[in-house]
Nanobody, 123 residues
Framework: QVQLAESGGGSVQAGDSLTLSCAATGSTVRYTMAWFRHAPGKERIFVGGISWDGNGPNYADSLSGGFEISRDNDKETLVLQMNNLEPEDTAVYYC?????????????????WGQGTQVTVSS
């Protein structure tokens, strides 16, 4: 059974940085992984994704460009480095997996999900 566990969330001030990690258990290293976020009262949206080989990472067009995704297949870990955080980045951040080789921006394309980690950014 595939299990995903996010960590690294917390409360920061605008302009600060956070690094989120997602530990995967029971997954194949060829799974595509992605980050989504869900703010209160809003839909869960795509943040960014990365293929199983670490190539071709992509990010949501709405992001400022301060986010970077990477993965370590040996450790079965997905990482989201978030820089220059803003209050609008406040959300629960989720990692997810799908069997496809390329990231998808659609929630329904992902089969496995973690429980999320809270990120709160204060102005």
């Amino acid at each position: 059974q595939v299990q995903l566990a996010e960590s690294g969330g917390g409360s920061v001030q605008a302009g600060d940085s956070l690094t989120l990690s997602c530990a995967a258990t029971g997954s194949t290293v060829r799974y595509t992984m992605a980050w989504f976020r869900h703010a209160p009262g809003k839909e869960r949206i795509f943040v960014g994704g990365i293929s199983w080989d670490g190539n071709g990472p992509n990010y949501a067009d709405s992001l400022s460009g301060g986010f970077e995704i990477s993965r370590d297949n040996d450790k079965e870990t997905l990482v989201l480095q978030m820089n220059n955080l803003e209050p609008e980045d406040t959300a629960v951040y989720y990692c997810a997996e799908r069997a496809g080789r390329r990231p998808s921006a659609q929630t329904y394309d992902y089969r496995y999900w973690g429980q999320g980690t809270q990120v709160t950014v204060s102005s």
